[in-house]
Nanobody, 120 residues
Framework: QVQLVESGGGLVQPGGSLRLSCTAS????????IGWFRQAPGKEREGVSC???????LYADSVKGRFTVSRDNARNTVYLQMNNLQPEDTAVYYC??????????????WGQGTQVTVSS
């Protein structure tokens, strides 16, 4: 069975950090790009970051300098390290197979999402 699963979300105070994981089952991520997206209540889905199969990366302006995406092909996992989190980062975070050149338009399989809440 082909599956993507996000993990690592939780409750954190402003200024804190979390590391999200996106792990594939049933296929290898080595030749795929992975995008990270988030959706807050009442807001549209937002593209956060993308990492290509060659490990090129891109970031939304809202998270650049605070978030870092990386991959560990041996673990079939992509990570999103989130630092200096702010309340505006509160959302459900999703990963999906994609093509970074067409980020937001060519997503394939989606994970179930993991909740990130930033609050005092």
């Amino acid at each position: 069975q082909v599956q993507l699963v996000e993990s690592g979300g939780g409750l954190v105070q402003p200024g804190g950090s979390l590391r999200l994981s996106c792990t594939a089952s049933g296929f290898t991520l080595e030749n795929f790009a992975i995008g990270w997206f988030r959706q807050a209540p009442g807001k549209e889905r937002e593209g956060v970051s993308c990492i290509s199969a060659r490990s090129s990366t891109l970031y939304a302006d809202s998270v650049k300098g605070r978030f870092t995406v990386s991959r560990d092909n041996a673990r079939n996992t992509v990570y999103l390290q989130m630092n200096n989190l702010q309340p505006e980062d509160t959302a459900v975070y999703y990963c999906a197979t994609t093509h970074c050149d067409h980020f937001g338009n060519y997503e394939g399989y989606w994970g179930q999402g993991t909740q990130v809440t930033v609050s005092s």
